[in-house]
């Protein structure tokens, strides 16, 4: 285990930037790899057994997944991101409060999440495309991961903002790593070795969950290890936080859950509208949605260390520093989208190959793929500027660049597009949605650093 250090300021303050942004975003990059592949750990493994009714059954837990996200956004992100600020105005007993709040509503909220879904699984399931076939699949692997596995998976994706909120982001990437790992290991000893055949699915379940709560205990193990160290604290004595920080907390925290909401909604409307074509289109695209996370990870690994770097300098009022941290993870995340665009269009086949060998499968995802891959370096732009927002506090405009991202462009056109080009206008929605969103996101961004000038001056 990683020997837990005190809050570095020298790496808010005083480091070059692109050596700051590395200690902080590497670890996270690492861990968002490591995160990836165990997600896609289960669909290779499952993939194994040459049956796209499994894949199709695991692929449709993909929103419900995400929804467990929302309550991790609106704590550790509504949380960590204040404390980066509170630490950058010297206001350490304030974070020490605001951190235990964040943690028991965590717990509150990921316990009634898991309760729900126990009693509504089957309904759920139906609403997000479940056929007969596909049914009892999906309920396995929902059982496990979400019913039992959303306290620890919830709170540990809670623990790892608050630690990377304070710069210790080597203890939150290999934490994160350290499970993923697990559960690689675990995935083919309870799929291939412990269970029978034909409850693959179930095994992978069993592997993911217990790999998530291996990692939410070494999260608790290291914040404990702290105590009187770190401005981090799990303390039930002092949990009510000032009338100002709770407002804090919810003004992003809100704003990002409810990002994900949307997010999750449209995966949702695509798992609806691609089960119209048959299980076979749905495994393919649960193939593809999951696929294209590579780039996509690491951008989000580098915003994750972007944005303590961006909420600690701006609230230490050194906006040079803040826009260079910004300017600079946005120009690493461009050129690795843009790469990324290259080589998914050159090794599409091979890259969904990996998960499954059916002919049929394949061939729609080789196509699907090269369409959805189109958009990422638009992705990066749109996630990143949010998450910018998000950081210095302003919750408002996360909220609003958001919505707009899926409610007015995304949903809408996945129904235009598959009304008017069938299942290719599905996968073909994110590039056009998300050109028109970087557009409007840039002219927010402009105007919020014109703002910036015109008080600094």
């Avoid at 697990?182 to 592997?207: Q, R, S, W």
């Avoid at 009510?240 to 919810?250: D, H, K, L």
């Avoid at 028109?436 to 105007?447: D, E, G, P, Q």
Wanted: proline fraction near 4%; include cysteine; glycine fraction near 8%.
């Amino acid at each position: 285990m990683p020997k837990t250090h005190n809050i570095n300021r020298e790496v808010f303050e005083s480091w070059p930037i692109p050596k700051a942004l590395t200690e902080l975003a590497l670890p996270m990059i690492f861990g968002q790899l490591i995160i990836l592949v165990y997600n896609l750990a289960d669909t290779f493994f499952i993939g194994r057994t040459n049956n796209p009714l499994m894949v199709a059954g695991v692929s449709l837990l993909l929103p419900v997944f995400n929804i467990s996200i929302t309550f991790a956004n609106l704590f550790g992100i509504g949380g960590g991101t204040l404390i980066s600020r509170l630490m950058g105005a010297k206001r350490e007993d304030e974070a020490k409060t605001v951190s235990s709040f964040c943690f028991y509503m965590t717990i509150i909220s990921a316990g009634i999440f898991a309760l729900s879904m126990f009693v509504f699984m089957e309904s759920v399931l139906r609403l997000l495309g479940a056929s007969n076939d596909t049914m009892p699949f999906a309920k396995q692997y929902t059982f496990c991961v979400i019913v039992i596995g959303a306290v620890p998976t919830i709170l540990s994706m809670t623990l790892s903002n608050f630690l990377r909120s304070t710069g210790c982001a080597k203890q939150a990437g290999f934490g994160v790593s350290m499970g993923g790992i697990i559960n690689m290991g675990l995935d083919p000893l309870f799929m291939f070795v412990l269970l029978p055949k034909g409850y693959e699915v179930l095994g992978a379940g069993i592997a993911t969950m217990l790999s998530n709560v291996i990692i939410c205990s070494y999260f608790l193990i290291v914040i404990l290890r702290m105590k009187g160290n770190n401005i981090l604290s799990l303390s039930v004595r002092n949990i009510i936080p000032s009338r100002q920080n709770a407002y804090s907390i919810f003004a992003v925290g809100i704003p990002a859950a409810i990002s994900v909401t949307l997010f999750d909604i449209t995966y949702i409307i695509i798992d609806k509208l691609a089960s119209g074509y048959g299980d076979i289109p749905l495994a393919a695209v649960g193939i593809v949605l999951k696929a294209e996370r590579l780039p996509l990870n690491v951008g989000i690994g580098l915003c994750q260390g972007m944005m303590p770097l961006a909420a600690y300098n701006y609230s230490a009022r050194n906006f040079a520093r803040m826009r260079e941290a910004v300017n600079f993870s946005r120009l690493v995340g461009l050129v690795i989208g843009f790469a990324a665009v290259a080589l998914y269009e050159i090794f599409a086949p091979q890259i969904m190959r990996i998960f499954i060998e059916d002919a049929q499968t394949v061939e729609l995802g080789t196509h699907f793929l090269r369409a959805r891959v189109l958009a990422t370096p638009f992705m990066f732009m749109c996630f990143h500027l949010v998450n910018f927002f998000q950081a210095v506090g302003h919750g408002g405009k996360a909220l609003a660049l958001g919505t707009e991202r899926w409610v007015v462009f995304n949903i809408p056109l996945l129904f235009i597009m598959n009304y008017v080009f069938g299942m290719y206008g599905i996968v073909w929605t994110q590039v056009v949605a998300d050109i028109m969103m970087t557009a409007v996101s840039v002219i927010v961004y402009w105007r919020f650093e014109r703002s910036i000038h015109e008080e600094t001056a």
